[in-house]
Nanobody
Framework: QVQLVESGGGLVQAGGSLRLSCAASGSIGSINAMGWYRQAPGKQRELVAVITSGGSTNYAGSVKGRFTLSRDNAKNTVYLQMNSLKPEDTAVYYC?????????WGQGTQVTVSS
């Protein structure tokens, strides 16, 4: 069984920064990709950033240049550094892990950016 433990959400003013962490544990095996999605009220869940097993990263256009995704392979952990936060970044952020054909989700962490 795979577990994802997220941390780092909270309330921040516009222009501020937050760092999210997601640690994977359990029967992980070979990780294909790991990253973050977010879902704002009344909107669909959307990709924020993902890093593949080969080290390639992909960012949503709305966060490119402001967010940075990194990983610690030894700890099966990814970090999302979010800078220059905007009110429109307010959402529940979900960690996502893809192992072979299986996808796993964290419980979500709330990020609220006040104007």
């Amino acid at each position: 069984q795979v577990q994802l433990v997220e941390s780092g959400g909270g309330l921040v003013q516009a222009g501020g920064s937050l760092r999210l962490s997601c640690a994977a544990s359990g029967s992980i095996g070979s990780i294909n990709a790991m990253g973050w999605y977010r879902q704002a009220p009344g909107k669909q869940r959307e990709l924020v950033a993902v890093i593949t097993s080969g080290g390639s990263t992909n960012y949503a256009g709305s966060v490119k240049g402001r967010f940075t995704l990194s990983r610690d392979n030894a700890k099966n952990t990814v970090y999302l550094q979010m800078n220059s936060l905007k009110p429109e970044d307010t959402a529940v952020y979900y960690c996502n892990l893809v192992v072979l054909l299986d996808a796993y989700w964290g419980q979500g962490t709330q990020v609220t950016v006040s104007s």
